[in-house]
């Protein structure tokens, strides 16, 4: 098994922005009436949501935050 690389903080900003974003982009294709769009952000923010729990069990680097 591969040894697990550390998380930066800088890690778990982008996942919480890249989250905030296609949120606010399922509310307007929600608004827009693009149902089968809307249900595809739902699958998005969901493997989202996975990747930030994985991100929050990862050791934290906070030398390389860029």
């Known amino acids: 098994m ?11 900003r982008r996942i919480d ?3 905030q974003l296609m949120r606010q982009a399922r ?3 929600r608004e827009a009436g693009c ?5 595809k952000i739902n699958s998005a923010i ?3 949501e996975g990747a930030r729990r994985h ?4 050791p934290i680097h906070e030398g390389a935050a860029i």
């Open 2 to 12: 591969r040894p697990t690389r550390p998380a930066t903080l800088a890690t778990k």
């Open 17 to 19: 922005n890249a989250l």
């Open 27 to 29: 509310k307007l294709l």
């Open 35 to 39: 149902a089968k769009a809307s249900l």
């Open 46 to 48: 969901s493997s989202a």
């Open 55 to 58: 991100c929050d069990r990862r």
